[in-house]
């Protein structure tokens, strides 16, 4: 008999239960799902290698996906609403478990599993549609809750030729080609084409929200599910609702969790170097605009370490990152973003130099390679991050495609997002493909402008995606769609605005005013 870490060891598949479906012999295909699932949960108990656990998540999820729909046709007495819940719980729990064993204190985790029903009444709002996407390779499903409705649907699994569009749709969008007239007609027939297939069936639920809460899964971690619309030519889905997305359910806050805190936000901007460790032009304009255009708001910048790092974001409310970003999709927490040069440099594979603020997708070959200069004091790894205990109420990663990291059925996207949550910032803003500075800046620009005005932070990055569209020759999405809000996207940031020079004057003005006034009614009044 096998012990507990031999069954863990062992290649898991959907044989388990698919040869009973196939039989009819329900109950047994059950009870062998059971027993698989009690096998992994005691095997990720035995092995105590947070490393070896994820790649092993990450191996044999796609099959609990596949084997888990003996939850939707059996016990056969339970209703079909009642058997999609249960097919739902335990893919979210395998999802969250996974998460949760990686990050470990996770100070925004939830504390207790929730239910499906639980997650109806207690997180979702009467305006919120939640959708999460479980992904394996034949098959993958679509999970559509509102306070009052669950809808299950299947889509296609990592394999098939969607996948494959879907990967073709983002390289669209974050490259696109100098034929603007040709490539228009079939970037809108792809979204067309995808929004259709992925979303078709959930539009009514999609039309009656204000809010959409998004959890993907493999190959659509890369989907700005914003870009997505059901008319041809017709504006994306961001343009009438607030979107944002999440690791897992485990991160959701109830709905009745307060938005924003009463504390005037302190906001901590750092300016990256480039990889000759000289300033980053582009990213030292972005930290100076913040800093004049806002009360409260400091720059740290130059080569820095990690421990003056964290002093100095002890008391931030807001922190602001514009630098390099290099992910290790082999070892993903040791992703760092570049403080200083040192001796071992990660290789720059795809950034142009002057022209973007960017991130190095590592080869597996890199990633080994580099995974020891990572270690260094250069770098501000996504495992020191997620190590440290953080109050913010809001991260922006600037750095492009920050957002991205190892795509894992068990962790969702291993990256800056999840660290940053893990640490327990409520909110992260990041990007899912390279951008240029000179576009960075005034969305950046935008958006905090909306933060300021009382905007939460998923409406504020709407508004300022939009108006990046309505800017004549940025109709493109790869100028507007590629920055996403992670964790808490209701929430609000109290930032106060410096006085325009002008305003100020005007103040001034009528101080002077005032003070006249008043002399001359004292000197009335002593005659």
Not at 159 to 187: H, K, M, N, Q
Not at 191 to 199: A, G, K, M, N, Y
Not at 302 to 325: I, N, P, W, Y
Request: glycine share 8%; hydrophobic share 40%; with cysteine.
């Amino acid at each position: 008999q096998k012990t507990a870490y031999e069954l863990y060891q062992c290649d898991w598949s959907s044989d388990v239960c698919s040869s009973d479906l196939d039989a009819g012999e329900l109950q047994l295909a059950d009870t062998r799902f059971d027993q698989a699932l009690a096998a992994v949960e005691k095997g990720r108990i035995r092995v105590s290698d947070s490393d070896w656990r994820e790649a092993r998540g990450w191996e044999i999820g796609p099959y609990v996906v596949e084997a888990a729909e003996i939850r939707r046709i059996f016990p056969e007495e339970l209703t079909q609403a009642e058997r999609d819940l249960n097919f739902y719980d335990v893919l979210k729990n395998f999802k969250s478990r996974t998460l949760l064993e990686r990050i470990q204190a996770g100070g925004q985790m939830a504390s207790r599993h929730r239910s499906p029903q639980e997650i109806q009444s207690e997180v979702l709002s009467s305006d919120d549609l939640l959708i999460e996407f479980f992904v394996s390779s034949q098959n993958s499903w679509l999970f559509a809750l509102t306070r009052d409705e669950v809808r299950v649907l299947r889509i296609p699994g990592a394999r098939s030729g969607f996948a494959t569009r879907v990967s073709d749709y983002v390289s669209l969008l974050a490259a696109p080609s100098s034929d603007a007239r040709g490539e228009s007609a079939v970037l809108e027939q792809a979204r067309q084409s995808l929004s259709e297939t992925l979303l078709g069936e959930v539009d009514d639920l999609i039309e009656k929200a204000r809010r959409i809460i998004v959890i993907p899964d493999g190959y659509l971690h890369s989907l700005p599910f914003g870009s997505l619309s059901f008319s041809e030519d017709g504006p994306p889905i961001m343009a009438s609702h607030e979107i944002y997305r999440v690791p897992s359910t485990s991160f959701l806050r109830p709905s009745t969790t307060k938005a924003s805190t009463t504390r005037a936000s302190t906001l901590v901007a750092m300016a990256g170097v480039d990889r000759d460790g000289g300033p980053l032009a582009g990213a030292r304009r972005e930290v100076d605009g913040l800093r004049r255009n806002f009360l409260h708001a400091r720059v740290v910048e130059g080569e820095l370490r990690k421990e003056s790092l964290r002093d100095e974001f002890a008391d931030a409310s807001v922190l602001h990152f514009a630098a390099h970003v290099d992910v290790n999709d082999e070892s993903p927490w040791h992703s760092g973003i570049l403080l200083a040069v040192g001796e071992s440099r990660a290789p720059n594979t795809n950034v142009k130099a002057g022209t973007t603020r960017g991130l190095s997708i590592l080869s597996s070959e890199d990633s080994l390679r580099v995974r020891e200069s990572l270690r260094g004091e250069h770098y501000l790894r996504a495992a020191d991050i997620a190590g440290w205990k953080l109050s913010a109420d809001l991260a922006v990663l600037s750095g492009c495609e920050s957002a991205l990291g190892l795509v894992t059925v068990g962790e969702g996207v291993i990256g800056f997002g999840g660290a940053f949550l893990s640490a327990g910032v409520r909110t992260v803003v990041a990007s899912l493909w390279p951008v240029a500075d000179r576009h960075v800046e005034p969305l950046m620009q935008d958006f905090y402008a909306g933060l300021a005005e009382g905007k939460s932070v998923s409406g504020a990055l709407s508004d300022a995606q939009l108006a990046m569209r309505s800017r004549t020759g940025m109709q493109h999405p790869f100028y507007w769609a590629g920055f996403v809000v992670i964790g808490d996207g209701n929430a609000l940031v109290p930032l106060e605005t410096r006085p325009r020079s002008f305003d100020l004057l005007f103040i001034l003005a009528g101080v002077s005013m005032v003070t006249g006034l008043v002399a001359i009614v004292l000197r009335r009044r002593t005659r």
